[in-house]
């Protein structure tokens, strides 16, 4: 299961190393400018950064897994840009339950 989100924000290559340093310390991640993945234990999230914000994408097993990742992942993003106060719309693709 997938779903997806974009904050649009100036910082977003700032935003994306922040992230990856962060799970860094803790799972598997790779960092390159402009993009990363996050291997958590439940979820994977590919991270992609432009000059107008950053998109992320979560991959888990099922539905439970899949928000467990989005919640981390948002969670972390809100503490890292609290200042830009990120209200993110992650979209899930069609038939798949809340």
Known sequence: MKASTFFTTDHAQRYLGALCKHFGHKVP???ET?????ELPFGRCELHADTTGLG???????????DKTIN???SHLDRFAFRENPDLTWT???GVKA
């Open 29 to 31: 991640v790779t960092h």
């Open 34 to 38: 402009g993009s990363g993945r996050i």
């Open 56 to 66: 992320l994408t979560v991959t888990a097993a099922d539905r439970p897994m899949l």
């Open 72 to 74: 981390v992942i948002s």
């Open 92 to 94: 899930v693709p069609e």
